[in-house]
RNA sequence: CGGGGUGUGGCGCAGUUGGUAGCGUGCUUGACUGGGGGUCAAGAGGCCGCGAGUUCGAGUCUCGCCACUCCGACCA
């Protein structure tokens, strides 16, 4: 099944789409530019979401669901977030079907038009803030902490496997604070929960760093984000946090009496991330032989695959697997024993290789012997033959290892495609034939970037929050700078 | 929305100057097999994307439509 598909080299994109196709994460569904999410692929997301969830509720937030729907007078109520938006919104314009004249099949019902058209969300501020009007009106309501999990649809003109579809599964926190600071501070906490997420469970190294103008969110003041590079080359948002000051509070007329008893705007924050997070999965780690998962996201951490010639023999090794299995689950593992007698090892071996297993057993009459078992990390590719006895013990920490292990190779690699340049030629050589992030002096203004974009196809993706400040002249202008950022091509 | 490509068993493809459809893989059954995708045998499976046209005859030629896909402009 695994064979017949590109390698990284030869073609990037063809290779990462074969990967989700053929391991079974998702597929292309009967509607364009939507996706099947298979039970693989959904089972990494609902991991994803499980350990995010969690994160969210430990600091202090609650879950709530908002409509799909949205009044279309909503969206023009802030004006920049209009525009962003306008131009991929789906609408609802009517609400019956009838039988087509011609008997063949239904048509709409032109009388059944709606009063006022309904936006499917793209994201949902417009709704939320509108209902937040009503939850506020002192101090004493404050803050507001609510994130909902959702689906939002963006009419994408291209699209690709969780990496930009038109309808995508996400989280979105919307916030509302007394003060801007405290707001802010909201901002940066959430962006420092999804940096933890993003390296210690998806292995995945992240920049913080905030976005330039042209890249914020529609109704931001300032758009926080995590991005990491993928091994093509190219960069990838991974999340974003947004400080939106009282921008959609003043849209939507939310107000609170402060303790000092005046009547002030409510200070906002939102932030999100969807399954895209899972293209960032497959594409950090994944090799020519398939996917390769981080243990903490894995849906199965270790397989167990028993060779046997006769039944009777497989009764033997089934005695031993299982208690290998047990004593793994005790150690909150989660392991498959596959025993189907209507696949061969071999071919086993191929398919849990492709699906990004990270540990796979293999137990045989000669181990049954020996007392051994064969160990086969997914990450190196390796294999050992060890003893039986405290295999639990050392499994976990073969998977600590390969956990490790993922987190400093994307790092290094990370590393190894990060180029300070400080010249015009330099710059444009280096996101021609190299690729990755390119650190580099920028004047400030959206005009340069936009230049810039338009010449290389770079973009600044973050101007990182950790980094020493340091005078310099913009690679463009030769204007004067204080800061490098970081440019690169992106998804 | 512009430019290219592709639509043929489940999947991947071949099909010559028009003559009634084939290969690989997968599937079913059986035997032998089993420590890296096994071998052999016997089977099942097709509205050739859709619609017109040319022709005695169209997977093949003509016209129209639809879908998918890749490359650009837009985007998490």
């Known amino acids: 099944m695994a064979k017949d598909f590109p390698t990284r080299e030869e073609n990037y994109a063809q290779w990462y789409n074969d990967l989700v196709i053929k391991a079974d994460l998702a597929e292309n569904s009967a509607v364009r530019g939507s996706m099947v999410i298979k039970p693989y692929g959904y089972a990494i997301w609902e991991k994803m979401q499980a350990t995010l969830d969690k994160m969210f509720k430990d600091s202090g937030h ?19 977030h209009v525009e962003g938006f306008a131009k991929e919104c789906a609408v609802v314009t009517h609400y019956r079907l009838k039988n087509s004249p011609d008997g063949k099949g239904v048509v709409v019902d032109e009388d059944a038009k709606l009063e006022e058209e309904l936006i499917v969300r793209p994201t949902s501020e417009t709704i939320i803030w509108d209902t937040y009007r009503n939850w506020i009106q002192s101090y004493r309501d404050l803050p507001i902490l609510v994130n909902q999990w959702a689906n939002v649809v963006r009419w994408e003109m291209r699209t690709r496997l969780f990496l930009r579809t038109a309808e995508f599964l996400w989280q979105e926190g919307h916030t509302a604070h007394a003060t801007k600071e405290e707001a802010i501070e909201e901002t940066l906490k959430i962006l420092d929960i999804y940096a933890k997420f993003a390296e210690e469970w998806m292995a995945v190294p992240v920049l913080k760093g905030v976005k330039s103008p042209n890249e914020r969110f529609a109704g931001a003041v300032d758009t926080y984000c995590i991005e990491a590079l993928m091994q093509d080359g190219k960069a990838l948002q991974a999340g974003t946090s947004h400080f939106l000051g009282q921008n959609f509070a003043k849209a939507f007329d939310v ?15 939102s932030w999100g991330v ?36 006769k039944l009777e023999q497989l009764e033997q090794i089934s005695e031993v697997a299982l208690k290998v299995k047990e004593k793994l689950e005790k150690l909150g593992i989660s392991v498959k024993y596959d025993d189907r007698d209507t696949f061969k090892p071999g071919w086993k071996f191929s398919e849990y290789e492709f699906k990004g297993v990270p540990v796979r057993l293999a137990i045989g009459p000669r181990d049954l012997e020996n ?13 050992e033959v060890l003893q039986l006895e405290d295999i639990d013990t050392k499994v976990k920490n073969l998977l600590d290892q390969i956990q490790k292990k993922l987190y400093y190779k994307a790092q290094s690699f990370r590393d190894d495609n990060t180029t300070a340049v400080d010249t015009w030629d330099e710059f444009r050589d280096v996101i021609e034939n190299k690729g990755g992030f390119v650190l580099a002096h920028w004047d400030g203004t959206p005009e340069t970037e936009e230049k810039i974009k338009e010449e290389t196809k770079a973009t ?32």
């Open 371 to 383: 007392n051994t078992v064969e160990v086969a990390r997914r990450d190196t590719l390796e294999k």
């Open 62 to 80: 609650v879950n709530a669901y908002f409509p799909l729907f949205i009044p279309k007078s909503f969206f023009s109520k802030e004006a920049s």
């Open 255 to 269: 107000k609170f009496l402060s303790k000092e008893n005046k009547l002030e705007y409510v200070w906002a924050t």
């Open 460 to 491: 600044i993706r973050t101007i990182p929050l950790d980094t020493k400040k340091e005078s310099g002249k913009c690679i463009y202008t030769g204007k004067t700078s204080t800061q490098r950022v970081i440019f690169a091509r992106a998804y």
């Open 274 to 309: 969807s399954t895209r997070l899972m293209g960032a999965l497959i594409m950090a780690h994944s090799d020519d032989n398939g996917l390769v998962l981080p243990p903490k996201l894995a849906p199965v951490q270790v397989v167990i695959v028993p060779i046997y010639r």
